[in-house]
């Protein structure tokens, strides 16, 4: 696996709460990503990062905010956790470009009740 | 939205036979990439075909793209227990400077 990490790998949260996931990388790619993954729906992504303190909303970005302040870190933080942020969470990175091959964590699954 | 969606949603094979899962998508694209998700980890890139070309290999893997047609074709040959898995595609939107996007996936069991 590509060195990316992602902490925690399971946590229990109840609404209303704030959740900070964390993704680490060690291969000094420039590009991070967060996607959601929940069945009927595949992948999505929420946000993502093309350089330290440059982000940007994906297709499900609402109730999500990050902050990318170094480059091997990328953070993802539900401010007010809901229960339909309920999922397993994915944080990926790629080097060159957006169309680059993508390397994935092993995911976060999250459970809001 | 999705740009690209997988076909069929599952499929359940025999070890040995050859398992093809399809994928459209609906704007034109600069490449169309394949991905492979065991249960319980996340996606592991499999193989990227670019727009210009219209097959390629990888092991076991046959890849075909079809932009007329806004298709692509993920072929496994001589399948084993260890492909099951489910299997992503994955578009970039020609026309933006945008991250992939993901179809719903084919769940594929292969049966020993």
């Known amino acids: 696996d590509a060195g990316i990490t992602q902490s925690p790998r399971h946590k229990v949260t109840e609404t209303g709460t704030p959740v900070t996931l964390r993704c680490h990388q060690t291969?000094?790619?420039?590009?991070m990503y967060w996607y959601r993954q929940d069945p009927g729906h595949g992948l999505r992504l929420i946000h993502y990062?093309?350089?330290?303190?440059?982000?940007d909303k994906g297709e499900v970005s609402d109730g999500y905010s990050v902050s990318r302040s170094k480059t091997e870190d990328f953070l993802l933080t539900l401010e007010s956790a809901t229960s339909s942020q309920t999922s397993v969470y994915f944080c990926?990175?790629?080097?060159?470009?957006?169309?680059?091959?993508?390397?994935f964590g092993n995911g976060t699954r999250l459970t809001v009740t | 939205s999705q740009q690209g969606e997988e076909d069929p949603q599952a499929l359940s094979i025999q070890e040995g036979e050859n398992a093809t899962m399809n994928c459209s998508y609906k704007?034109?694209?600069?490449?169309l990439q394949w991905y492979r998700q065991n249960s319980g980890r996340g996606l592991v890139h499999l193989i990227l075909?670019?727009?210009?070309?219209r097959e390629k290999h990888s092991g076991r893997l046959r890849v075909t793209l079809d932009t007329s047609k806004k298709s692509s074709s993920l072929l496994i040959t001589a399948s084993r227990a260890a492909d099951t898995a489910s299997y992503f595609c994955a578009t970039d939107v020609r026309s933006g400077n945008t991250p992939l996007v993901f179809g719903k996936g084919t769940r594929l069991s292969v049966i020993a």
């Open positions: 291969e000094n790619h420039r590009y």
């Open positions: 704007t034109s694209i600069n490449n």
């Open positions: 075909i670019r727009s210009n070309e």
């Open positions: 990062s093309y350089g330290v303190k440059d982000t």
């Open positions: 990926a990175i790629s080097d060159r470009d957006y169309n680059s091959p993508l390397h």
